[in-house]
């Protein structure tokens, strides 16, 4: 029998307007690209906001933001594409590329952002790892922004569900050119309520955002002793951490065989971040950088 839920104060039920912003003549805004060009535009503001207060050039993050975007998101797409490839195969070719129709995969996105940025550090001649710091509270808010593409999408959801939070995929969603598309896998063609773990991954972010944040305030006021890179360590551990946990709920997990490929690069994430910080704190030596000299080795010790 199910449990009737609608008494309850704390039940509430999310149910998504569909993809589509607003639609004028030939041009279309879908909530998709809305949220990740705020995403940005967020995230680059943070970034240079923290630069400024850690006495770095505000101007070297809107330079690197600029990579960035060029290296992470075509990355999330093809390693969304490559893992997807058996569906993608047997659609249009353009279909690639259409990136405005959701499907990107923020660990691709995470490879291919930290691939240009050490080349940008490289060419620039800056720490890889103090730009990490700046960048990771940025990162880590735009992808709690970005799940919400998913939620407006009816993509990305959980197993079925009747607990007093919900979220309710519909059995079929007619996109602008008058196709359809099925969201509910077929073994849950009949349910209608699901985790909503865009929601579960977005308030995760969040909470980690604030932890990031109140390391960099209180390292700034001399209330703690960071040294640099820990930052982005902790994202990545952090981070990691709740994913993992959310990709067991998911029905529509990347697959390699049998592994959930989130939840593996996850833990090769959290393996990172915990060497990493072992390294900082308990070797106390300063991280491999591409700017490293002895002299700012010896500095990073003393801290």
Request: no cysteine; net charge positive.
């Amino acid at each position: 029998m199910a449990l009737d839920i609608s008494y309850l104060p704390l039940a509430f039920m999310f149910t998504s307007p569909g993809p589509i912003l607003v639609k004028l003549g030939p041009l279309t805004i879908r909530w998709y690209g809305l949220l990740i060009a705020s995403a940005v535009l967020i995230g680059v503001t943070l970034s240079q906001y923290l630069a400024k207060r850690r006495n770095v050039n505000p101007d070297l993050l809107s330079d690197l933001s600029i990579w960035l975007v060029i290296g992470a998101i075509p990355a999330a797409r093809i390693y969304y594409v490559l893992f997807q490839w058996q569906e993608y195969s047997q659609r249009p070719w353009w279909e690639i590329f259409a990136i405005w129709k959701g499907g990107i995969a923020i660990h691709g996105a995470i490879i291919g952002g930290l691939i240009v940025a050490v080349i940008f550090a490289k060419l620039k001649k800056v720490s890889f790892w103090q730009l990490a710091d700046l960048v990771a509270p940025s990162l880590i808010l735009g992808q709690a922004i970005g799940r919400w593409g998913n939620f407006f999408n009816s993509e990305a959801f959980g197993k079925p569900t009747n607990l007093p939070w919900k979220l309710y995929i519909p059995r079929e969603i007619t996109l602008v050119d008058g196709s359809k598309v099925y969201p509910r896998p077929p073994q849950f063609i009949d349910e209608n309520f699901f985790h909503p773990t865009f929601l579960y991954e977005s308030l995760w972010n969040v909470m980690i955002f604030s932890l990031l944040m109140i390391l960099f305030f209180r390292a700034l006021q001399g209330k703690l002793s960071l040294k640099t890179g820990t930052i982005f360590l902790v994202y990545l551990v952090g981070y990691s951490l709740g994913r993992f946990w959310i990709e067991g709920l998911r029905l529509d997990s990347l697959m390699l065989g049998p592994l959930r490929i989130a939840q593996v690069i996850s833990l090769v994430e959290i393996a990172i971040g915990l060497a990493g910080l072992w390294w900082l704190y308990i070797r106390k030596r300063p991280l491999p950088d591409v700017v490293s000299t002895q002299s700012e080795e010896i500095r990073e010790m003393r801290r």
